[in-house]
Each structure stands twice: as structure tokens, then as C-alpha cells.
């Protein structure tokens, strides 16, 4: 079982429109959860943190469900520019470091 | 603030040539580490460190070293190149304080070995 599971896409979403990702993580010793982006041949950039009481920054906001081990991010009134490839990632922690990361979903938005 | 600066940021290698690449953070992060990113895979963790001294493997160490004499910098060995570590590679840096902060990458090393 992959540790770190996310649906690949690609989503097509209109500008405008509200697009929602999931992802599951196998670890229930995860302590630090977080969506970060990464554009073509880029490197990831962090995009926010996950807390779980759920956080918001903008048009994006991330939930936390610790019960079933699953990770969410939405993006509304989505832009051309939040056409990207966006990595749910978890950090186990507890002494050791180093980040887990999902492979990834692919998102387009088109005009 | 150059942030993580990676270098060189393209590379080709013949099959057992050894090389390393380099990685400096100018942030005080206590905590760096090194990742390959191949098509299809995601990003997977190679060696991590969480302080001058103290380094550690991750999930794919075979063939590869690291060290860590300062805060700043975090080098990558590679022994024997083999064109399986073709990939690009990324390092990364974060303070301490669990769960409230992410790691910030480098650009990347784009390796070929040939």
C-alpha cells in the first residue's frame, strides 16, 4: 500500500470553477501535513500547511480528517496562473525527518 | 536572502564516475535532506539530516553519501554513478518546530548518467 495516495488527473476545470483533491495516507503516526505545488520542471513550493481544525489562505483551504487518514484541498474561483501539479505531502516525524510525498495531481485550468 | 542554493543545476556523468552536488542554505535551517524526483515516482527521500553532525537515511540511500560539517551546507556523494540515478535531484532545509513548518527546495540538479 502506497504510504501517500493521490488521484494523478489530469482535472480540467473551467477558470472560475471550484476544483477539490483528495488524498489518503497509510502512516497514523503523521504528525505534519502539507499541499505543496509544483510547476513543470520546477521545485515544489509549499503551498500551506494542514492543521486540524482546518485552515484557510485565500481562495484555498485544507482539511485534516485524522480518522481516516485523509488529506483535502480547495481551490475556488480557480486562474489560468493555478494550473500546476499539486503534492499532498506528510511528515511522520517523531525523531526522524524527511518529507512523504504523494505523486501528485495534475491540474488545468483553461480559459 | 538566497534561500537553498543548489549547484550545478545540470549534470552528465559517465557510468562510475563519482561526483557531488552541492547544497547551502544561508536560512539557519537545522534540518536539510535530499530527494530524486523520476517520472512517475514522486519525489522520495535519499538522506536527511537534523542538525551539524547527525545525518540519516531515507527511503533510497544505496549509492549515495551525504556529510554535514555545518549548519549550511549539506552535500550529496554519488559513488559510482549508474544511469538509474538519472533524475533530478532536489535539497531542502526547515527550522525546527514540527508541524509548523514545510521545507523549502532548492531548483533542482537535473543528472544524466550515461
Known amino acids: 500500500r502506497k504510504e501517500v495516495e493521490q488521484d494523478p488527473g489530469p482535472f480540467n476545470v473551467p477558470e472560475g470553477a471550484t476544483v477539490a483533491f483528495n488524498c489518503t495516507y497509510s502512516n497514523s503516526a503523521s504528525q505534519s501535513f502539507f499541499w505543496y505545488r509544483q510547476d513543470c520542471r520546477k521545485e515544489p513550493k509549499l503551498l500551506m500547511s494542514v492543521y486540524s481544525s482546518g485552515n484557510e489562505d485565500g481562495r484555498f483551504t485544507a482539511q485534516l480528517n485524522r480518522a481516516s487518514q485523509y488529506i483535502s484541498l480547495l481551490i475556488r474561483d480557480s486562474k489560468l496562473s493555478d494550473s500546476a501539479t499539486y503534492l499532498c505531502v506528510v511528515l511522520v516525524g517523531g525523531g526522524a525527518d524527511g518529507l512523504t510525498f504523494g505523486k501528485g495531481t495534475h491540474l488545468i485550468i483553461q480559459p | 536572502n538566497a534561500g537553498v542554493t543548489q549547484t550545478p543545476k545540470f549534470q552528465v556523468l559517465k557510468t562510475g564516475q563519482s561526483m557531488t552536488l552541492q547544497c547551502a542554505q544561508d536560512m539557519n535551517h537545522e534540518y536539510m535532506s535530499w530527494y530524486r524526483q523520476d517520472p512517475g515516482m514522486g519525489l522520495r527521500l535519499i538522506h536527511y539530516?537534523?542538525?551539524?553532525?547527525?545525518?540519516d537515511q531515507g527511503e533510497v540511500p544505496n549509492g549515495y553519501n551525504v556529510s554535514r560539517s555545518t549548519t549550511e551546507d549539506f552535500p550529496l556523494r554519488l559513488l559510482s554513478a549508474a544511469p538509474s540515478q538519472t533524475s533530478v535531484y532536489f535539497c531542502?532545509?526547515?527550522?525546527?518546530?514540527?508541524?509548523?513548518?514545510?521545507?523549502?527546495f532548492g531548483s533542482g540538479t537535473r543528472l544524466t548518467v550515461v
Open positions: 539530516s537534523v542538525g551539524a553532525g547527525i545525518t
Open positions: 531542502a532545509s526547515r527550522p525546527p518546530g514540527q508541524g509548523l513548518y514545510g521545507y523549502t
